[in-house]
């Protein structure tokens, strides 16, 4: 059972029956779900992950309405459910941890991770927000919405506008040629093996960011990026080539081409680039020019990396 299915289990065996005897009447206006940080709310749990942060608990957003008193009654029966679930206990709050489970401040939760306490947001603010605050937000569960806010605001954020997905991926596609297709070749004439595994790892990097561009995705942080990678949908097969590269093959200037001319192709059939050549720079600027926003278009090509 992976930590979702086990935060559902628990909410339905204990945290239902408590929501509806003791607090009925603000049912419209709490919600609860397992959303947040953590592998279990990225589905991408397993054993290894059960080793910190894994408990039967799930999470109980509140407006900044509910009064004081009713919020301390709420955090008291949530502390009060059983310490043990299917083999599992409930772990005591770190004095240095965040608060993962329990009640938690529905406004604080969103602006902490987009700096706004709604989820709407500026054509700039999306820009410069980071992708996983935004999975988190958008990730997990929602078990029960009485008022539906918090699903209007995952909906709300659940992809970038395209404006920003054209700003960010033209800022990759000139990483990836500076760092693949120039310097990585300039380092090895040069003999200097740091400085093209340097090379590759930054075309590598910004190479998975590209594809997760051209998937609508989001990019996860660093540590699920490859795992994200392998059910994506287009040039998911790619993801050992990533690997190969960052391990510096023999072949590796032969793999960054291949992933161009993959990239490059994905980008055509897209209709973002009018670009006819193999040189992603050239192509960067071509989706740079689909930026809509001047503002966000006249900005630095690489302000979105």
């Not at 919600?31 to 894994?54: K, P, T």
């Not at 995705?217 to 993801?239: L, V």
């Not at 897209?270 to 600027?285: I, M, N, S």
Request: with cysteine; glycine share 10%; hydrophobic share 35%.
């Amino acid at each position: 059972m992976n930590g979702l299915e086990l935060a559902e289990a628990y909410y339905n065996e204990y945290g239902r029956k408590m929501l509806a005897d003791d607090f009925s009447d603000i049912a419209d206006s709490i919600a609860v779900g397992l959303i947040g940080s953590g592998s279990e709310c990225m589905r991408y749990d397993d054993g290894v992950s059960q080793d910190h942060d894994f408990e039967p608990g799930f999470c109980i957003f509140v407006n900044d309405d509910i009064d004081s008193r009713t919020e301390f009654r709420l955090e008291r029966a949530y502390a009060k459910l059983p310490d043990e679930f299917m083999g599992f206990r409930r772990q005591r709050l770190s004095p240095v941890g965040g608060n993962r489970h329990g009640v938690i401040k529905l406004s604080g939760f969103v602006e902490s991770r987009t700096g706004s306490k709604t989820g709407e947001l500026t054509m700039r603010q999306w820009l410069f927000v980071q992708e996983q605050s935004l999975i988190e937000i958008t990730n997990g569960k929602v078990f029960a919405d009485g008022s539906g806010v918090l699903t209007s605001i995952r909906d709300r954020l659940k992809y970038m506008p395209e404006d920003i997905r054209n700003k960010k991926l033209a800022g990759h596609l000139l990483m990836m040629a500076q760092a693949g297709q120039y310097n990585y070749y300039r380092a090895r004439k040069r003999g200097d093996e740091g400085a093209a595994l340097l090379a590759l790892h930054e075309f590598a990097t910004s190479g998975i960011h590209a594809v997760y561009l051209l998937n609508n995705r989001y990019m996860p942080y660093y540590k699920w990026a490859f795992r994200g990678m392998r059910d994506i949908g287009i040039m998911s097969e790619e993801a050992d080539t990533f690997v190969s590269i960052l391990k510096g093959a023999e072949n590796a200037g032969d793999l960054v081409e291949g992933i161009a001319e993959q990239v490059i192709a994905e980008l055509k059939r897209q209709g973002l680039t009018d670009a006819t050549c193999g040189d992603l720079e050239k192509h960067a600027y071509s989706v740079n020019d689909r930026v809509k926003s001047g503002e966000i278009r006249n900005m630095s090509i690489f302000a979105g990396v």
